[in-house]
């Protein structure tokens, strides 16, 4: 009878502890589904149910924006060293390569035009002659310039001349960027044989060598990314190409216009490529998840921690913003970032080292490509930009949010004739009803 009175008061000492929890569980539960957002901000994404933007918050590198590595503000700085023939138009400087540092001098290439007269403009490109350039990258050579600071510039003449007639590259050779690979360099452009707008930006990347820096160069005469088959997004050009070391072999990115030409100006898009060699001089295979950016324009690519990063400019629903991939490939948005540079070429010290884990950029060079106070003296210079998008350095002031931009900037921004007519009749309208 007392082992059965002992037995009876176990089975509800359990059923009691059962309920308990479960209750507690219950309780739990409640608690968590009706949770408020703390007031201090979480360092991880809190374990109760968010809003989408809640949620996304914490999908960035840092859920506020101030300690997100990969985002920055960026100062635009004018260089000096360099004559634009009183802004006349008929000397432009643009694309940029990203500076390196060699035995103590930074060096970087360029797309430099030096014409009788402006380019008459992509839509005229029947009036371009051997004298007279379509578009301000047309008539163009590869030159250079060296400076211990990266704001003075000594402008050291032509790195690669255009070939000859029929060779690859003879009308244009444009938007250099460098690669140093086992103690040689080399040179990747884009590479015309006629004036740009006469189909479209007609181009495939074509590349030089040499022992040195200053040269001479070797123009291997052939593209080394070619088009793409017909139908294929990147059927008429392989532009900007962009080069990293990662992962023991050679990453090159690079942008095409797709959706374009010939009739369908107005309805084109801007992506990027990835295509991978063993060695310079290629073979070059295109990556089968082709375009890696779905939105930006010219190329901009350093590597960030265990993987890169990528600046997408203008052009595309992601345009404005930082992006990151684990894996060079997948990239995903890390940041949303404004006044971003054209056309940059960051100062990367481990872009050729093959490190496993990159530290970021800290400033580089760009161009802005509407420096004519006329349309009839159309040229591009050359600026350098200083940002924090580096894992070495806290700028505090590159990390703020709270940039004023005066009125003129956004006044520049202002209705067009069309735009003004139309609001005028629609107000009209009202008057009449």
Not at 49 to 71: I, W
Not at 188 to 212: H, K, L, V
Not at 324 to 351: H, Q, R
Not at 373 to 381: A, L, P, V
Request: contains cysteine.
């Amino acid at each position: 009878m007392r082992f059965k009175n002992i037995f009876f008061i176990g089975i509800l000492s359990g059923l009691s502890l059962a309920c308990n929890k479960l209750e507690s569980s219950k309780e739990l539960k409640k608690t968590e589904v009706n949770k408020v957002f703390p007031h201090k901000m979480p360092e991880e994404k809190p374990n109760f149910p968010l809003s989408a933007a809640a949620e996304r918050m914490f999908d960035y590198p840092a859920p506020r924006v101030q300690d997100n590595e990969l985002f920055s503000q960026f100062k635009y700085t004018r260089l000096e060293g360099f004559d634009y023939n009183g802004g006349d138009g008929t000397i432009s400087r643009r694309d940029p390569s990203r500076p390196v540092l060699i035995d103590g001098k930074y060096y970087m290439w360029y797309t430099k035009r030096h014409t009788k007269v402006p380019p008459v403009g992509w839509n005229r490109a029947h009036e371009a002659t051997d004298e007279i350039p379509s578009t301000d990258w047309d008539l163009c050579d590869l030159w250079y310039a060296t400076s211990e600071d990266g704001f003075k510039w000594n402008e050291q003449g032509v790195a690669v001349k255009r070939p000859e007639k029929p060779a690859l590259g003879w009308r244009s050779i444009a938007t250099p960027d460098i690669l140093i690979w086992e103690g040689k360099y080399f040179l990747y452009f884009q590479a015309f044989n006629e004036p740009s707008g006469t189909r479209g930006d007609w181009c495939p990347i074509s590349m030089a060598y040499a022992d040195s820096p200053d040269g001479p160069w070797t123009h291997v005469g052939k593209p080394v990314v070619p088009f793409g088959k017909k139908g294929e997004w990147d059927q008429d050009q392989t532009q900007d190409p962009h080069l990293i070391k990662y992962k023991g072999k050679i990453y090159l990115y690079y942008k095409a216009a797709y959706n374009k030409w010939p009739d369908k100006r107005d309805k084109y898009a801007v992506a990027h490529g990835l295509a991978i060699a063993d060695n310079p001089m290629g073979p070059f295979e295109k990556h089968p998840l082709n375009p890696v950016l779905n939105s930006g324009h010219e190329t901009t690519y350093f590597p960030f921690k265990e993987g890169i990063a990528a600046l997408a400019i203008k052009d595309g629903n992601e345009a404005q913003t930082i992006q990151y991939a684990e894996d060079g490939v997948n990239f995903k948005i890390a940041s949303t970032v404004e006044l971003t540079p054209t056309a940059c070429g960051f100062y990367t010290p481990d872009a050729f080292t093959g490190s496993d884990y990159g530290r970021g950029v800290t400033w580089g060079v760009c161009h802005f490509i509407n420096a004519a106070n006329s349309r009839d003296k159309k040229h591009s210079i050359i600026a350098r930009v200083d940002c924090d998008l580096s894992l070495d350095i806290h700028d505090p002031s590159m990390k703020s949010t709270g940039v004023w931009h005066r009125p003129e900037v956004y006044f520049r921004q202002g209705l067009n004739i069309k735009q003004r007519e139309r609001i005028s009749k629609e107000n009209k309208k009202l008057e009449n009803e």
